[in-house]
Nanobody
Framework: QVQLVESGGGLVQPGGSVRLSCAAS????????IGWFRQSPGKEREAVSC????????YLSDSVKGRFTISRDNVKRTVSLQMNSLKPEDTAVYYC????????????????????WGQGTQVTVSS
């Protein structure tokens, strides 16, 4: 059974940084893409970033390019999202997710079609 557990959220000031981690268990990490999504109150869940656990190729949404970085540690079976230069509009619950799809697809398909999700971690950007 696939399990994803996020950690690292919290309150951060505008311009600050935070690092999220997603610990994956229960599936062969090499065969899945793992992505980060976020959802703000009243808004739809949106893809933020994705990394291919097979070749390490990364994807970032336009809204976070140049500010966020996704990385993986296949030994620790974790995927991290380093978030810099945070803005109030980055405030959201952040979720990691995985499925047997390519990252290019995970970034555009309806989130409801993705099979496995973590419980989410709140990131609040406020002064």
């Amino acid at each position: 059974q696939v399990q994803l557990v996020e950690s690292g959220g919290g309150l951060v000031q505008p311009g600050g940084s935070v690092r999220l981690s997603c610990a994956a268990s229960g599936h062969p990490l090499d065969y899945y893409a793992i992505g980060w999504f976020r959802q703000s109150p009243g808004k739809e869940r949106e893809a933020v970033s994705c990394i291919s656990t097979a070749n390490g190729r990364t994807y970032l949404s336009d809204s976070v390019k140049g500010r966020f970085t996704i990385s993986r540690d296949n030994v620790k079976r974790t995927v991290s999202l380093q978030m810099n230069s945070l803005k109030p509009e980055d405030t959201a619950v952040y979720y990691c997710a995985t499925d047997t799809v390519r990252c290019a697809d995970m970034m555009v398909v309806p989130p409801i079609s993705i099979a496995h999700w973590g419980q989410g971690t709140q990131v609040t950007v406020s002064s």
